[in-house]
């Protein structure tokens, strides 16, 4: 894989463009959250972690190689479709699952074409998965917030309780598992397992193509390696690199907004094509170095 050279920012202006998009994280991500995916949950059930616990880890699972808003629209029809029952019973659910997939199949759209099995396959797979997972943990552990708690802190529940764990290993590819690990460990979010015993710090970045881009774009990154013949970033492979100079150069950041202030940077302003720099919050920090892409 080729790596691109590209115009970096000084160190001063990291740490001060890390520090912009932890605001801009902050001043989101809850929200989004509250207003997309968790937008038809009762007051009662936004209250229940263990509900909340088992609804975003089926969002987590299906936001993968598919179409985010569908994914996230999935997991709200089927708890209005079959309630909350739908998450706490998953026996009844696998004994009705036909209906669940046809509901599912009206709404997910996941890219088949790009891990070359059927829309209906895909899905079968991931629902089908999830309630699997969610009976043998609960027969084992009782829930999974007795689960998932009895890790220490949230990077040994990402590399311990969730990739460590051959069920859920098999349905969370490791960017979907740490975005999973943020929701349901920060302690400003809607769960918090942890209850406050661990730092912002703790939590790790899921770093996704968006998040590479504006790292690279801006000059954060002094390089990027790219696909072979494309410009895009190979976010896999800088993952761990990102993260180690967010440490470097924030250390008591909280790293998980720093994560989604990219994001939504990338997503509202840093499109792949015709880059909106004029509105962008961080253009000030910015060596745009827009020949790399996401996608």
């Known amino acids: 894989m080729p790596r691109i050279q590209l115009k970096e920012l000084s160190e001063n202006e990291k740490r001060e463009f890390l520090k912009k998009l932890e605001e801009i994280g902050r001043n989101n991500l809850k929200q989004d959250l509250e207003q997309s995916l968790l937008s038809k949950l009762s007051q009662s059930d936004r209250l229940d972690k263990e509900l909340l616990l088992r609804y975003l880890l089926l969002a987590s699972i299906l936001d993968q190689q598919a179409e985010s808003v569908s994914a996230r629209n999935t997991v709200i029809k089927l708890y209005e479709e079959f309630g909350r029952d739908f998450f706490m019973k998953p026996h009844d659910s696998i004994n009705r699952v036909h209906d669940v997939l046809d509901r599912v199949l009206k709404v997910y759209e996941p890219k088949s074409r790009v891990i070359r099995v059927s829309k209906e396959g895909v899905s079968l797979m991931r629902v089908g998965g999830f309630l699997l997972a969610l009976l043998s943990l609960s027969s084992q552990y009782g829930s999974l917030q007795r689960y998932f708690s009895s890790f220490r802190g949230p990077r040994e529940l990402l590399n311990k309780g969730i990739l460590g764990n051959v069920l859920l290993k098999g349905l969370l590819y490791e960017k979907a598992a740490r975005m999973y690990v ?34 690279a774009r801006t000059g954060f990154l002094n390089s990027v390696l790219v696909e072979e013949g494309r410009p895009i970033v190979k976010a896999n492979e800088e993952r761990e690199r990102i993260g180690n100079l967010v440490k470097r150069y924030y250390p008591r950041g909280d790293f998980f907004m720093v994560d989604y202030g990219a994001f939504y940077v990338g997503i509202k302003y840093c499109r792949e094509e015709n880059p909106n720099c004029n509105a962008c919050p961080i253009s000030n920090l910015c060596k745009r170095n827009t020949k790399v892409c996401a996608f």
């Open 182 to 215: 943020g929701w349901i460990t920060h302690p400003d979010l809607h769960v918090d397992i942890f209850e406050g015993r661990y730092g912002y710090n703790e939590i790790p970045m899921p770093v996704n193509g968006h998040v590479c881009k504006v790292m």
